[in-house]
């Protein structure tokens, strides 16, 4: 059962992060054009090459908010890539049993304890 869960686990991770390659792309482009902003903007002599220099960083700007979901589903998917290959190696412990804890009053007081006596004895009555 261990074995299942951890290959089930492996395929959805690379599942997602095969699904998630298309961002890296978007990285690459977004790094590029970021660079290319900031060398015109520093070259810049006139007020239209700033002009210039700035919107081709506010692109990059622009592509880096639309990449944000990629690195998220690439986290996700790296994660359960690890946890499936540490259960499918037997490497971590999962028990798919319920666990129970015994119930026991924490906050119980001596007059908790005496209303309790109190009321079992106008019970008994």
């Known amino acids: ?30 790094g590029a054009l970021m660079v290319y902003g900031l060398k015109r903007w520093k070259r810049a002599t006139t007020e239209g090459q700033k002009v210039v220099a700035v919107l081709v960083m506010g692109v990059a700007a622009l ?28 490497g971590l412990p999962i028990s798919l049993e319920k666990v129970t804890a015994p119930r026991t009053p924490t906050n119980e007081t001596s007059f908790d304890a005496d209303w309790r006596a109190f009321m079992d004895k106008q019970n008994k009555q």
């Open 1 to 30: 059962m261990k074995k299942l869960f951890g290959g089930l686990l492996l395929l959805i991770g690379i599942a997602i992060c095969l699904d998630d390659v298309g961002g890296l792309l978007v990285l690459l482009l977004t």
């Open 63 to 90: 592509l880096l908010f639309r990449w944000f979901p990629s690195v998220v589903g690439l986290l996700i998917g790296g994660v359960l890539f690890y946890l499936g290959w540490k259960v499918f190696n037997g």
